[in-house]
């Protein structure tokens, strides 16, 4: 006998007999899980899964198990992992694809819970839960005729199935036929007696029935069932509140920490109840009692000192981080409370002391994120966007779903001119956190400076379909919307701020605005009066008044009403100005005058007097004094780009084309988006040097982005530029575009007759020509066009 065979058979039968042993511990640890969990270990029954999983991974009793634990600790993703491991693993386990199928359903993705009906019911038709989930999906996609069929199948086949009675319940309540919802749930509650879920569904109704004992008497009994579950003491708590009875709320609160005395968030909810039911004092005297037992409990200090600086009260939110940092040394919580020292230093503009905090945090704990955050922030002030990006990455790797740095990277990105990775930077941050409302705004307000107004509106819809009376974006679209004049955008905004915030004037305003817009001038009046009397020193809405009056010619209305206001409030810039264009309307042009000398004088600062009044010196053939009025305000307003492009306008009418172009030549040059100051500066340029190639690459330059323009006057610039520069394909293409928009002037007729001439269309370039000849209307090349038309 050779030794070989042997050693195999033996071989063999280690590996069998060892295969049996690792089965059969898979089996024991299986059985200890199921035992654990029905005696309310889950932490130790999930060790038993898990070691069930390590011997055989594609166990799929054992992952539908661990599922079941993973929904009882509501770790929703891993739940759903393990019961989509366990689907795949034993496609005919019916009870885990409901529950699958459940999950998907609670995350809104219908299509995919319906999925897993269809798979339960192909299987078994007469399975009460796949026909309640395929009814739930029915009942969310508008289908209620679907949905009560399906529950009703359902109890057909399980006359106490928990959730076709809980949804044949939602439906009922839905169709407002509360007393049928009520004994559905009195049914699915009597049968299902530890289904928490029915218990809160069924004091709802009672609720709404009116029922205040009965509410009362279902969340107490739910607190007695599952004692250890704070989400139902705050239950009972808010209910109490809502019906008055302030102390019995707290008096549950309190038995709900001393069943978890070391539990912060329920310490907070009671401290957060004491400033909502009583005051803030009574909040923070309570956090400091806590303090006082347990000076080294520095959750609480931290808590402290959010609840100071919320309420703007910064000396005492840096004494409390002072002392964790005197008691914690350079411990975790010493050095956490120096970076958010930090913080709050370079929020209070002192970024020196708020750099040595920093870096003292950062000698220690290199990846800090709150010393990050403080030295990204100041790098950031210094413009230093390397440094920024640096810590911010850092930061980052280690939490990347941190908004304020990810808003901060975004900050550093536009130094750099990379708007796209900008962008991208805000949208993880709104990913992150979908209810943050700033993230919208600084992502709107980047789309809008770039030029995408389409693109920031977007956003802020968005952002309002996720908090929908969030104020703030409501203004911030509605001004977006003002600017783009479309009037069925704003309309619906108006309509959403009243129904949403009818205590704001800004719903009033702009339904105002709407109705302005629309031509109803009285309806809006009445409007604008409302918003006014929400609040009386409000400038838009006073503007928008007057605007419409003055539009009904009824100045004198708004009149009385700008004086009183100026007597009682005689720096009121707007309403300065505003009195002075309303003294203009009635003719009284020297009371305007004198309206917006004392505007200037009052408000030296404020560019509009200046304009305004430099119109009623042009009116009058003052024009020297209309320049000097301009040039006046020039310092006092920081030499405002809007007083700059009104002052080489004026320079233009004139005829003093070398004072507009250097006036026009600054405005491009502190604002590169102004279109208009670009527009004139190109056209003179090439009307003082056609033949001047630098002044044409100058206008070429300044009018690419014109040429992507909607306007009319813009597109023509960029089309004669295009043909002093030989380009004259390009030039027509343009031109035509211009015509298309808008009825061409005799300059514009000029322009693309010439332009026709040079790509062989002589016959329509005579006819443009001649038409702008005849129309006895002078223009810049009137002398070539008669030239053209004579040698052609």
């Known amino acids: 006998m050779t030794i070989a065979p042997v050693l195999t058979a033996v071989c063999l039968l280690a590996l069998i007999v060892g295969g049996c042993g690792e089965q059969d511990r898979a089996q024991t640890y299986l059985q200890r899980g199921q035992e654990l969990i029905n005696r309310g270990n889950l932490v130790k029954a999930k060790l038993e899964f898990k070691n069930v999983l390590q011997i055989d991974p594609k166990q799929p009793e054992a992952w539908y198990m661990l599922a079941q634990i993973e929904e009882r600790e509501q770790n929703w993703r891993q739940a759903f992992d393990a019961y989509s491991r366990a689907v795949e693993l034993g496609p005919d386990n019916a009870a885990a694809r409901l529950k699958k199928g459940a999950l998907l359903f609670a995350g809104e993705q219908y299509e995919d819970a319906l999925a897993e009906a269809a798979a339960v019911l192909a299987a078994d038709p007469d399975s009460a839960g796949g026909l309640a989930l395929r009814g739930a999906v029915k009942q969310k996609q508008g289908n209620l005729d679907g949905a009560v069929a399906d529950a009703e199948a359902a109890l057909e086949k399980d006359s106490k199935s928990a959730e076709a009675l809980a949804l044949l319940a939602d439906i009922r309540k839905q169709q407002g036929q509360l007393d049928e919802a009520k004994q559905l749930l009195e049914t699915a509650v009597q049968a299902h007696p530890d289904q928490t879920a029915l218990k809160l569904g069924l004091a709802g109704i009672q609720q709404e029935l009116g029922n205040s004992a009965e509410v009362r008497r279902l969340l107490e009994a739910l607190v007695q069932q599952q004692p250890t579950e704070f989400s139902h003491r705050l239950t009972l708590a808010r209910y109490l509140a809502s019906q008055g009875d302030m102390a019995a709320a707290e008096k549950t609160l309190r038995e709900a920490i001393d069943a978890a005395p070391d539990d912060l968030q329920r310490k907070l909810m009671l401290v957060d109840f004491l400033a909502e039911s009583k005051d803030s004092d009574a909040a923070t005297a309570q956090l400091k009692q806590w303090i006082d037992a347990a000076p080294e409990d520095y959750a609480l200090q931290f808590a402290l000192a959010e609840r100071y600086a919320k309420a703007g009260q910064y000396d005492e939110t840096a004494a409390v981080y002072r002392q964790v940092i005197d008691r914690a040394g350079i411990g975790p919580d010493g050095l956490r409370a120096r970076g958010r020292l930090a913080a709050l230093l370079l929020g209070q503009n002192k970024p020196d002391e708020a750099e040595k905090l920093a870096e003292a945090v950062l000698a220690e704990d290199a990846e800090n994120a709150d010393a990050l955050l403080v030295r990204a922030g100041i790098a950031l002030q210094r413009k230093d966007s390397d440094q920024a990006v640096a810590d911010l990455r850092t930061l980052l790797r280690n939490d990347p779903q941190s908004v304020p740095a990810l808003r901060l990277l975004a900050q550093a990105h536009v130094l750099r001119d990379e708007n796209a990775l900008a962008q991208d930077a805000l949208e993880k941050a709104i990913e992150a956190a979908p209810k943050v409302s700033s993230t919208y705004l600084q992502l709107a307000d980047l789309r809008a400076k770039a030029g995408d107004a389409d693109g920031a509106e977007q956003v802020l819809e968005r952002l309002l379909a996720a908090v929908p009376d969030d104020a703030t974006a409501q203004t911030a679209l509605a001004r977006l919307q003002l600017g783009q004049q479309d009037v069925g955008a704003l309309d619906k905004t108006a309509e959403q701020v009243l129904s949403t915030r009818p205590d704001l004037p800004l719903g009033y305003y702009l339904k105002g605005v709407v109705l302005q817009r629309q031509g109803q001038l009285g309806a809006s009046i009445e409007q604008f009066e409302t918003a006014l009397a929400k609040t009386p020193k409000a400038a838009e809405p006073l503007v928008a008044m007057a605007r419409s009056y003055l539009a009904l010619q009824q100045p004198e209305q708004v009149q009385a009403r700008l004086e009183k206001l100026?007597?009682?409030?005689?720096?009121?810039?707007?309403?300065?100005?505003?009195?002075?264009?309303?003294?203009?309307?009635?003719?009284?042009?020297?009371?305007?005058?004198?309206?917006?000398?004392?505007?200037?004088?009052?408000?030296?600062?404020?560019?509009?007097?200046?304009?305004?009044?430099?119109?009623?010196?042009?009116?009058?053939?003052?024009?020297?004094?209309?320049?000097?009025?301009?040039?006046?305000?020039?310092?006092?307003?920081?030499?405002?780009?809007?007083?700059?492009?009104?002052?080489?306008?004026?320079?233009?009418?004139?005829?003093?084309?070398?004072?507009?172009?250097?006036?026009?030549?600054?405005?491009?040059?502190?604002?590169?988006?102004?279109?208009?100051?670009?527009?004139?500066?190109?056209?003179?340029?090439?009307?003082?040097?056609?033949?001047?190639?630098?002044?044409?690459?100058?206008?070429?330059?300044?009018?690419?982005?014109?040429?992507?323009?909607?306007?009319?006057?813009?597109?023509?610039?960029?089309?004669?530029?295009?043909?002093?520069?030989?380009?004259?394909?390009?030039?027509?293409?343009?031109?035509?575009?211009?015509?298309?928009?808008?009825?061409?002037?005799?300059?514009?007729?000029?322009?693309?007759?010439?332009?026709?001439?040079?790509?062989?269309?002589?016959?329509?370039?005579?006819?443009?020509?001649?038409?702008?000849?005849?129309?006895?209307?002078?223009?810049?090349?009137?002398?070539?066009?008669?030239?053209?038309?004579?040698?052609?």
């Open 566 to 792: 100026l007597a009682d409030n005689p720096n009121n810039v707007v309403a300065l100005n505003l009195l002075g264009e309303v003294y203009a309307a009635m003719g009284k042009q020297e009371d305007a005058r004198q309206q917006y000398a004392s505007a200037i004088e009052r408000a030296p600062g404020s560019p509009m007097a200046y304009e305004r009044l430099a119109q009623l010196q042009m009116a009058a053939g003052q024009q020297a004094d209309a320049i000097a009025a301009l040039e006046s305000g020039l310092e006092p307003t920081k030499r405002n780009g809007s007083l700059l492009l009104t002052l080489g306008l004026v320079r233009q009418q004139v005829g003093d084309d070398e004072g507009a172009v250097k006036a026009y030549e600054e405005v491009v040059e502190r604002f590169p988006t102004a279109d208009v100051a670009a527009n004139n500066l190109a056209m003179l340029l090439v009307k003082r040097g056609a033949d001047n190639p630098d002044n044409v690459a100058r206008a070429r330059a300044l009018t690419e982005r014109l040429a992507v323009s909607n306007q009319a006057a813009f597109l023509d610039t960029a089309g004669w530029v295009r043909y002093l520069s030989g380009n004259y394909d390009g030039a027509v293409s343009l031109l035509e575009k211009a015509r298309d928009i808008a009825d061409p002037t005799p300059e514009r007729k000029y322009h693309l007759g010439m332009a026709y001439l040079k790509v062989g269309r002589a016959d329509e370039g005579k006819r443009l020509l001649a038409s702008a000849v005849e129309s006895g209307s002078p223009f810049p090349g009137l002398d070539e066009a008669r030239a053209a038309l004579d040698s052609n």
